[in-house]
T-cell receptor, first 118, second 106 residues
Framework: QVQVVESGGGVVQPGGSLRLSCAAS????????FHWVRQAPGKGLEWVAF????????YYADSLKGRFTISRDDSKNTLYLQMNSLRAEDTAVYYC???????????WGQGTEATVSS | EIVMTQSPATLSVSPGERATLSCRAS??????LAWYQQKPGQAPRLLIY???TRATGIPARFSGSGSGTEFTLTINSLQSEDFAVYYC????????FGQGTKVEIK
């Protein structure tokens, strides 16, 4: 069945970097687009980034101001989110979700937690 | 950015009763509206997409309606497993979520 599993979260100091991964299985990875969505502690859902099935189109939330980069490796069925210049307000659970740009997010991973703290 | 506003923030309902959740968009999103359910410590789960289509495996007691800027999620005969937070999301433009409605046991 469809499965997506995030990893790579942890504790990092302000200004530091993290790379999140999302391993997918149960479907043809290269045929689908993916999103990253985050959820700060006790808060709602915030869309972060999207990458199209072919890796050509990438979109980011304005609030990120160029600090995050989404990418994919179809040979490894894996999605990535490189997060640089991290701030306390980036502390959240990060989810990857399968979906197209003009479509719902139909499969979600369990999330990986990133904490930015000194 | 399209702002999604959900109401109420919290809905207290007795098991077996009906819950009606509302979602309003700041501009028309057509029928490009989804609903998600999230339980504590779990990932969101897609319930409804394209305003009224149930996702795979979602029980018929969940139904969605609306169009343009006004949308509704109805849960008939609430079961114990339905008490959760529900989010609406538009995908007509850059994706945005509502702030959520918590459905709690009355």
């Amino acid at each position: 069945q469809v499965q997506v599993v995030e990893s790579g979260g942890g504790v990092v100091q302000p200004g530091g970097s993290l790379r999140l991964s999302c391993a997918a299985s149960g479907f043809t990875f290269s045929h689908y687009g993916f999103h990253w969505v985050r959820q700060a502690p006790g808060k709602g859902l915030e869309w972060v980034a999207f990458i199209r099935y072919d890796g050509i189109n990438k979109y980011y939330a304005d609030s990120l101001k160029g600090r995050f980069t989404i990418s994919r490796d179809d040979s490894k069925n894996t999605l990535y989110l490189q997060m640089n210049s991290l701030r306390a307000e980036d502390t959240a659970v990060y989810y990857c979700a399968k979906g197209s740009w003009y479509g719902p997010f139909d499969s979600w991973g369990q999330g990986t937690e990133a904490t930015v703290s000194s | 950015e399209i702002v999604m506003t959900q109401s109420p923030a919290t809905l207290s309902v007795s098991p077996g009763e009906r819950a009606t959740l509302s979602c309003r968009a700041s501009q028309s999103v057509g029928s490009n509206l989804a609903w998600y359910q999230q339980k504590p410590g779990q990932a969101p789960r897609l319930l409804i997409y394209d305003t009224s289509t149930r996702a795979t495996g979602i029980p018929a007691r969940f139904s969605g309606s609306g169009s343009g800027t006004e949308f509704t999620l109805t849960i008939n005969s609430l079961q114990s497993e339905d008490f959760a937070v529900y989010y609406c999301q538009q995908y007509n433009n850059w994706p945005t979520f509502g702030q959520g409605t918590k459905v709690e046991i009355k």
